[in-house]
């Protein structure tokens, strides 16, 4: 059966990966996106009934994040809206030990629309399309919880679960809690770039206090500041996140990709070898 599903983040890490399995598979996607027609803004609620205009499904990942102040209001205004469009389905990106995300997936759980939600670890793309990446190009990556394991997850499992809890009735009601097969500290992580870059990239472990300092000096808005310290601190130093699960083997029936696997894929692509922004000319 052919649905018409808008993908919110549509561009982004996930979103656009989505978007392009969910076309594979002869469904019609919206990108939902501020550069959009019609335009999809979390900060524009009126814009909101046009994008969910003839739609019968929605993938939402919120920005910058459901931990952040403001987001419990967005996601109850959109579910309501959603309800009065005649949304069939909903699946909810959400962070994995983050409380204030699962506040947000209550929400979802309780909007009378189906549902499922995808609960992330960290993503391995964070250190090449988001936060850690310029660091890397710099060659030197300083950060706090040196010593947490975390295990990263690749967007494209991700994707690939999405797509399956949007097509397939049998993961209404489920929540899946999404992690990749093994547990890296930010010291693997580094290792296991150098040696497929053949770079020497320097980690050095450092407080979060000088962390957040250092994002300060940096000149990084101060609600940034916050978010990275609230990640480091909820998500990154709770032990309870350093646990590998199996729900994408259970959802795809296949390993979750290993974190080798995505580094080598992303060393090919050069990503790791261009010069930093803060470098350019
Ligand atoms: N990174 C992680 O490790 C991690 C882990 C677990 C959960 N998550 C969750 O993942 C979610 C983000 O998903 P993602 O990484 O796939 O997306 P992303 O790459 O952060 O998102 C970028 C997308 O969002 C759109 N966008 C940006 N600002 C917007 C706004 N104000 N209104 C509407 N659209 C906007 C962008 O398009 P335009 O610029 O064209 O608008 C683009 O399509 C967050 O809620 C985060 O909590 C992340």
Redesign the pocket.
Known sequence: MKNNILV?????????KVVEQLTNRGQKVR??????TP??????PANWPAAFQGIDKIYI???????VPG?LEAIELLTKEAHKAGIKKLVL????G?RE?ELCEQVVIHSGIDYTIV?????N??FS??FFLDPILAGHVALPQAQAKVP??D?DD?AAVVVETLLDDQHNGEIYELTGPRLLTFEDVIQEINKATERNIVFTPISLDAYSKMLKEFQLPADYVWLITY?FTE?IGNEKNSLVTHDIEKVLGRKAKDFSTYVQETAATGVWSSIPKNQRA
């Open positions: 919110l983040g549509g561009t982004g890490k996930t979103g656009r990108v939902g996106s501020r550069n959009a335009s999809f803004d979390w900060n524009v990942t919120f920005q910058p994040d459901l931990a987001a990106l959400s962070g994995k983050e995300a609960r992330a670890s960290w993503f793309q964070n399309e988001s990263y997850v967007t991700i990640l998500v």
